[in-house]
C-alpha cells in the first residue's frame, strides 16, 4: 500500500503535517465532524470480524464487507451489526489494493457529474487502509429507502447475474423509471464510463433503481473498480455483451448502435455526454497521480485509461 500523509483520502486536498483528513473531507462525513480517529483494527482483524458478522448483516457480495456507524461526537467509525450506515471493505487477500482502487475510480465518476455516494478511505491501525461508503439506501435510523437491483428486476440471481445482455438493461428503465429517457441519458454515461476505466465487471447486481419521493431513478453509483488492474490478464471489456461483444468493443458500437439506436439518444443528449467528460479527462491523470494506489498501479491505470480513450476516440 501506497503511504501518503500529505493528502486527505477522502478529498485528495493536502493536508498540514500531523493531520490525517482535511477539514472539506470531514465535512463531507457530516458538518459537526472535527476529527477523524485511526479505524483501531488492523486488516486481519476487519477480516476476521466481517466473516464473523456475514449472516448478521444486510450488504452481500464477494468482498468482505462491515457495517458501521459513524460517532460523531467521539469522531470515530464503530462497527455495528444493524442499521449501519456506512459499508467498510478492508483489503482483500488476494487484491489488496481494492480499497485505493474503488476509491480513485469512484473519484473519477464523480468529476464527470455521476452520482457517487460519500466514500473515501480510513486509516487503520495497522498503517493500512480500508474503503469506505455510505449507504443510500438509508436516511434515518431504521428507515430505508426503496432499492432493487437489476438482478431482482429481471428475475435473476447472484448465480445467474452475468447472463444478460446491455441490450436488456433498457426495458427494465422503461419499465419502471418515472422518466425513462432521463435514466437512459444516465446509463450510457455510467457504461461510457466503466469502459473507460477499465471495469469489466458491471453485472445486473452492480445496477440499482431507487425510490425516492415517489420517483424512481437509477441508484447513486458504486462497487466502481478498475479490475482490468485488479485482475490482470482480463480478456473481456465488459461483463454484459453489447452488440453481441464483450471485447474488442469499438466507437461505434457506444455511440451509434447502443446510444443512437437501441436507447434512442438524440445526437444533443450524445454530445452533451461526450462533452461531460472532456473537461475532467484533462485531471484524470493528476488524481490518479495523487491517489493512494501503489506506483506500478498508479500507471497501470493510466494504461488501460489511454487505450481506452484511443477505443472511444475521446
Known amino acids: 500500500m501506497k503511504t501518503n500523509f500529505s493528502r486527505c483520502p477522502i478529498s485528495y486536498e493536502l493536508v498540514n503535517k500531523g493531520q490525517l483528513y482535511s477539514t472539506s473531507g470531514l465535512k463531507q462525513l457530516s458538518p459537526q465532524l472535527k476529527e477523524l480517529a485511526i479505524f483501531p483494527y488492523t486488516i486481519e482483524e ?3 470480524e466481517a466473516r ?7 450488504i452481500q457480495g464477494v468482498q468482505l464487507k462491515l457495517s458501521a456507524k459513524l460517532n460523531i461526537k467521539q469522531g470515530r467509525f464503530e462497527m455495528i451489526d444493524k442499521g449501519g450506515r456506512f459499508i467498510l ?39 493500512t487502509f480500508t474503503y469506505f461508503i455510505k449507504r443510500f439506501d438509508r436516511f434515518s435510523h431504521n428507515q430505508k429507502r426503496a432499492v432493487e437491483d ?16 446491455m441490450e436488456r ?16 441519458s444516465k ?21 440499482s433503481l431507487i425510490t425516492n419521493k415517489n420517483k424512481v431513478e437509477l441508484a447513486p453509483a458504486y462497487d466502481f473498480l478498475n479490475t482490468t488492474i485488479a485482475l490482470e490478464n482480463t480478456q473481456e471489456e465488459l461483463a454484459l455483451p453489447l452488440n453481441g461483444k464483450k471485447s474488442k468493443l469499438k466507437r461505434k458500437d457506444f455511440f451509434d448502435y447502443y446510444a443512437a439506436k437501441k436507447l434512442s439518444l438524440n ?5 452533451k455526454t461526450v462533452q461531460s467528460f472532456l473537461k475532467p479527462l484533462s485531471k484524470w491523470k493528476d488524481l490518479i497521480e495523487i491517489s493512494f494506489l501503489s506506483h506500478n498501479k498508479q500507471k497501470e491505470y493510466l494504461k488501460v485509461l489511454s487505450e481506452r480513450l484511443k477505443i472511444l476516440e475521446l
Open 52 to 58: 464473523k458478522r456475514a449472516q448478521k448483516i444486510s
Open 46 to 48: 476487519q477480516r476476521i
Open 169 to 184: 438493461l433498457i426495458p427494465i428503465l422503461d419499465q419502471f423509471c418515472t422518466f425513462p429517457l432521463l435514466e437512459k
Open 150 to 165: 437489476f438482478a431482482q428486476l429481471a428475475g435473476k440471481t447472484r448465480e445467474t447475474k452475468y447472463d444478460f445482455t
Open 187 to 207: 446509463l450510457f454515461k455510467r457504461i461510457l464510463f466503466n469502459f473507460l476505466v477499465g471495469n469489466e465487471d458491471m453485472h445486473l447486481k452492480n445496477f
Open 267 to 271: 445526437q444533443t443528449i450524445i454530445e
Open 89 to 127: 471493505k478492508p483489503p482483500h487477500e488476494l487484491f489488496p489494493e481494492l480499497p485505493a482502487n474503488e476509491a480513485i475510480t469512484m473519484q473519477l465518476a464523480k468529476s464527470v457529474g455521476i452520482n457517487v455516494p460519500v466514500h473515501g478511505l480510513l486509516y487503520c491501525s495497522d498503517n
